[in-house]
């Protein structure tokens, strides 16, 4: 039996066990950080701490199924993605692209129609992340930090586009896109 002044003990099971010890702990504490981190992006709220409003999602349903929209605008309001405006059936991409504020970031969805060379009628969903230039930086992290859970929410998004000036998005643009 050792004495307490020799504590701790010179041999190798001691140390072995320690080490063994300290891992442990090490790797609990990494577990329950991941755990934390996980819930933390699994919450019905964004990773930027944004909400996503149940209009958001109604709409683009009737926009997806429905065909009741030809567009849909959202923007972040008091931490909360909501819709701003929608766009009837026989408004055209101009009155979505003049829908878009020039000096702030929205997003947007687009239900465009076209024909293809085989001259079949067909329609693709465009999601627009709009972030212009002139725009304030803190919009535009917000919005870049919100959008990939935001564009999440929206099942049946078929082509993504990110534009920060009008030519980014150009009809032309939608055209090869949906191509």
């Known amino acids: 039996m050792e004495t307490i002044s020799s504590f701790p003990p010179k041999n190798k099971d001691f140390s072995f066990c320690c080490y063994t010890f300290h891992l442990s702990l090490f790797l609990f504490r990494l577990s329950s950080s991941f755990r934390t981190t996980l819930r933390l992006f699994s919450d019905d709220k ?14 683009f349903v009737e926009l997806k199924a429905k065909r009741n929209y ?36 929205r997003y947007a969805v687009f239900d465009f129609d076209f024909t293809t060379a085989e001259n079949c009628q067909k329609s693709k969903i465009f999601f627009i992340a709009w972030s212009p230039e002139t725009s304030k930086v803190r919009m535009k992290m917000v919005y870049a930090s919100s ?9 049946g998004i078929q082509v993504e586009l990110q534009a920060t000036d009008p030519s980014e998005m150009s009809l032309d643009i939608i055209k090869g896109r949906a191509l």
Do not use: W
């Not at 964004?46 to 709409?59: H, T, W």
């Not at 931490?79 to 701003?84: G, I, L, N």
């Open 70 to 105: 030809r567009f849909i605008v959202f923007k972040i309001d008091n931490q909360e993605v909501v819709v701003e405006k929608v766009g009837s059936p026989d408004e055209t991409y101009e009155d979505f692209a003049a829908s878009l504020p020039a000096d702030e970031c």
């Open 147 to 155: 959008k990939d859970r935001f564009k999440r929410e929206l099942d």
């Open 46 to 59: 964004m990773a930027s701490g944004m909400a996503v409003n149940d209009e958001c999602k109604l709409k």
